[in-house]
């Protein structure tokens, strides 16, 4: 299929038009100034930092966990009780959004932020994870990528510098570069095509020009291969963007690998710019790769382990279906201070997850945020204060007491079907 003949729900108004006009009127309102990030302080037992990232919607506190909002929403969120439980930015996803309802009906309703009704800084995703995960349904070259939807079939084709307009015309305040993961048991070949056409990509993307205030990260790939994610780094460097992050990681790979990976590449990054480790991941690995270096995170686990029962809590994880939990008075987790904590009891909340009903995820995905968001905050007191190699020890070590002795009964299971379902949300 030639490039001009695809039709493309990416492309429903000439975003590729150099004088299109986007419009981001929730914008005008920030006096906020941009493309500055302040490491306030450092830990000295460790690479940790807590600092602070400007946007065009408000500053940010690092390390910071950015909720999923694949869809323009948090599932089973509303927005003001993303406040309430203190999240600072968001992560959309502009494959999907393009898809459904487009990038013209988000346009003219008033951008991304007045949309999903979110006055926060929103990082977007740029469907570069898609590449992976809908393997089936995508043909890749350098010049972009040939998508068939998940949701109609459709076929379309995107290049790196649409993927870059779709994200200005949403109205984005930090917006990902378009990135080719390999996968996990990819050839030292492969990995190499992967990563050095994601370099290309991003260079093409540097050059596309965004509205004002909008930060563009690059992307570092190469799977498992020390030397090429070296190499990219380097090359990514030498283009001066805003922000760099770290993908390709957590799709497969040994556990011990992940980490390693994480920890050689975050050291070639700049000191004075955010670092961003995508698509990750439990508490006390975040804890973990904070020590290492990074700023930034996301990850679904808080909303889709709270849809299927199961809390993060200080002692480690529950899963709230257990029959043990049937007549508990106690709150799901005693030192949390969230709305689900000060109200509802543990068999309350079993009975919702065993009924399957709807209050009973959102409840639970409402604390595991606070959970996850909770301890980005004690990471920041602990960096500020230089203690947080001895707090992260003991919080590391009481976390995984419990995580790491998991009876099959704890253990959730999910269906091929539904895996599929959410790997094509994610």
């Known amino acids: ?39 306030a302080a450092c830990d000295t037992g460790s690479r940790a930092r807590c600092g602070r990232l400007r946007t065009a919607h408000g500053a940010v506190q690092t390390p910071a966990f950015m909720p999923v909002a694949t869809q323009g929403t948090v599932k089973g969120i509303m927005p003001a009780q993303l406040r309430e439980v203190g999240a600072e930015i968001i992560l959309a996803n502009a494959y999907h959004l393009a898809l459904r309802p487009g990038v013209e009906v988000i346009r003219e309703l008033g951008g991304l932020h007045r949309f999903m009704g979110w006055d926060g800084p929103i990082l977007t995703d740029s469907g570069g994870y898609q590449i992976f995960s809908l393997a089936p349904l995508r043909k ?5 990528v040939e998508f068939h939807s998940h949701v109609d079939g459709t076929p ?22 378009l990135d080719e993961c390999a996968p996990a048991d990819a050839t030292p070949q492969q990995a190499d095509t992967a990563a050095r056409r994601t370099f290309d990509w991003a260079a093409r993307s ?35 963007f805003p922000g760099y992050a770290v993908g390709g990681l957590s799709v497969g790979e040994a556990r011990e690998i992940t980490m390693t990976v994480a920890e050689e590449t975050v050291a070639m990054l700049p000191e004075d710019r955010p670092r961003y480790l995508m698509g990750v991941g439990l508490p006390e690995d975040l804890i973990r790769f904070v020590a290492m270096g990074y700023d930034m995170f996301d990850c679904v686990l808080p909303t889709r382990n709270g849809r299927n029962g199961m ?38 909340l079993r009975h919702l997850a065993s009924t399957n009903e709807m209050l009973g995820g959102q409840l639970i995905s409402l604390h595991n945020l606070h959970f996850y968001l909770q301890l980005m905050r004690d990471m920041r007191a602990a960096i500020a204060a230089d203690r947080f190699t001895a707090w992260a020890a003991q919080r590391v070590a009481r976390l995984t007491a419990e995580a790491l002795t998991p009876t099959p009964s704890t253990r959730l299971r999910t269906g091929p079907s539904q895996r599929a379902r959410e790997k094509a949300e994610s």
């Open 311 to 348: 809390l993060f809590t200080s002692a480690g994880r529950v899963n709230i279906r257990l029959a043990q939990y049937a007549r508990d008075r106690e709150p799901a987790d005693p030192e949390c201070s969230c709305y689900t904590c000060r109200t509802f009891s543990r068999a309350y």
């Open 156 to 177: 379309f084709f995107l290049t790196p510098e649409e993927v870059v307009h779709l994200q200005v015309e949403l109205g984005a305040d930090i917006i990902m570069v």
């Open 1 to 39: 299929m030639s490039d001009q003949s695809a039709a493309s729900p990416w492309l429903a108004t000439d975003v590729g038009a150099q004088n299109a006009a986007p419009l981001h009127p929730a914008r005008l309102n920030s006096t906020e100034p941009v493309s500055i990030f302040e490491v």
């Open 206 to 240: 540097r050059g596309v020009q965004t509205a004002s205030g909008q930060l563009m990260f690059g992307i570092v790939q190469g799977s498992t291969y020390k030397e090429l994610r070296l190499r990219q780094a380097h090359e990514l460097v030498g283009l001066d």
């Open 140 to 144: 890749v070259s350098d010049r972009g």
